[in-house]
């Protein structure tokens, strides 16, 4: 059995001004053309479908039309939801997608409640999915449980996932390929944009022990970094179809295709990372003007943050950057580290509009305009005269 599994679109996010429907379009028309093409069985989507709970129209419809395109190939699709869903939305939606192979699974429910869906393929093989949609805290974990010690709280949501686990794998066949899809965070996984791992006393995680070891796969969703799970049996984080900040700046984003044979893990040679096409990457930039000035043409695609290092401020900095960049998102100024400031000591006597013209020399390394200087001289007058 052929499987794609891919996670957290967030289509609909705003970003810094920018919304990148275009990117995402043409990512999500690269995916469905493979999925096409190499006659996919099954593909799993592990969360995060949408950035919010009410995505724009557009958003709506551009999933849409995946969804469609999809099942008209002749392959199943599950939905799962994650914390950035509705999963009440997501459950109704699923009403009509079913017409077309699609099915949603918006809330957390048992394996008898329809949390396991065996599924059949157009070649008649087998499938059975434990599907477990995101869990908020308030879900598993009660408000005194939460206002009380929270390490304790975390642990019991770890153990309550566990137990959902357990429930929904029961129905797992010797004779199909069994499958686990959760969002979540595991235990030990490192957080896209630094090398913090989730611990379960800190985060609302679940111990990678509670996976099965029935399973053919499992799929993960929730971090937007991709990556395995160490265990028995393969379990991977897909990772976002974009880079979705500049902490994700230079992460290959990829979906993850399985070959999967009834009752039994999935080798590492039946794995595959396929990159996407069609996003642009975000590129973190620092270089001085004069580099900038030189090297702009080869910087016109993608999304920039750059960091210019200066000497002084430079008021004009965002417009100039602006003008040769004009696909910078975020320009900053990298200043030389502040000398501690000496004990200043103001000398009795002296008008403040010389305490002033010392402090600006201090500041900005030359003397103040005397135009400046007339202004401050006038504005203490008039508060002068106010008191």
């Known amino acids: 059995m052929k499987i794609v599994h891919t996670s957290d679109w967030h289509v609909g996010r705003r970003w810094k001004g920018i919304q990148r429907l275009d990117e995402l379009e043409a990512v999500l028309d690269h995916l469905a053309a493979f999925i096409e093409k190499e006659s996919i069985d099954l593909v799993l989507h592990t969360g995060d479908v949408f950035e919010s709970r009410n995505p724009p ?18 392959a199943q699709m599950i939905v799962i939801a994650g914390n950035h869903d509705d999963p009440l939305r997501l459950d109704a939606r699923s009403l009509l997608t079913e017409f077309v192979n699609v099915q949603i699974i918006g809330r957390p429910r048992t394996a008898s409640q329809g949390g396991t869906r065996t599924i059949e393929t157009r070649r008649g093989e087998k499938a059975v999915i434990a599907a477990l949609p995101f869990a908020s805290p308030g879900a598993w974990v009660s408000a005194l449980d939460i206002a009380g010690e929270e390490a304790s709280a975390r642990n ?5 996932f566990e137990r959902a686990v357990q429930d929904l794998c029961g129905a797992f066949r010797p004779d199909a390929v069994n499958l686990l899809m959760a969002h979540t965070h595991l235990e030990g996984a490192l957080f896209g944009d630094s090398e913090r791992r989730v611990h379960i006393g800190e985060d609302w995680a679940a111990s990678p022990d509670s996976l099965p070891s029935t399973a053919s796969y499992i799929a993960l969703g929730h971090l937007h970094k991709p990556q395995q799970i160490d265990g028995q049996v393969p379990a991977f984080y897909a990772g ?71 000497t002084e401020k430079n008021p004009d900095l965002n417009r100039i950057v602006r003008e040769l960049l004009p696909n910078a998102l975020v320009v900053r100024a990298e200043l030389p580290e502040p000398e501690e400031p000496a004990d200043i000591r103001l000398e009795t006597g002296v008008p403040p509009v010389r305490h002033y013209a010392s402090f600006h020399l201090r500041e900005h390394q030359h003397e103040a305009d005397p135009v400046v200087l007339e202004t401050f001289q006038d504005l203490y007058d008039q508060a002068t005269l106010e008191d």
């Open 57 to 74: 129209a557009e958003a709506e419809q551009l999933v849409n039309r995946f969804l469609v395109r999809v099942g008209r190939t002749g």
């Open 240 to 310: 976002s179809l974009l880079q979705l900040d500049f902490g994700e700046a230079g992460e290959e984003k990829s979906f993850i295709v399985v070959t999967a044979s009834p009752g039994e893990p999935a080798k590492p040679a039946d794995i595959e990372h396929v990159p996407y096409e069609g996003g642009l990457p975000l590129i973190d930039l620092r270089a001085t003007l004069a580099e900038i000035e030189e090297t702009a043409d080869q910087y016109r695609t993608g999304w920039l943050r750059v960091t210019v290092p200066l």
């Open 156 to 160: 019991q949501y770890a153990r309550m």
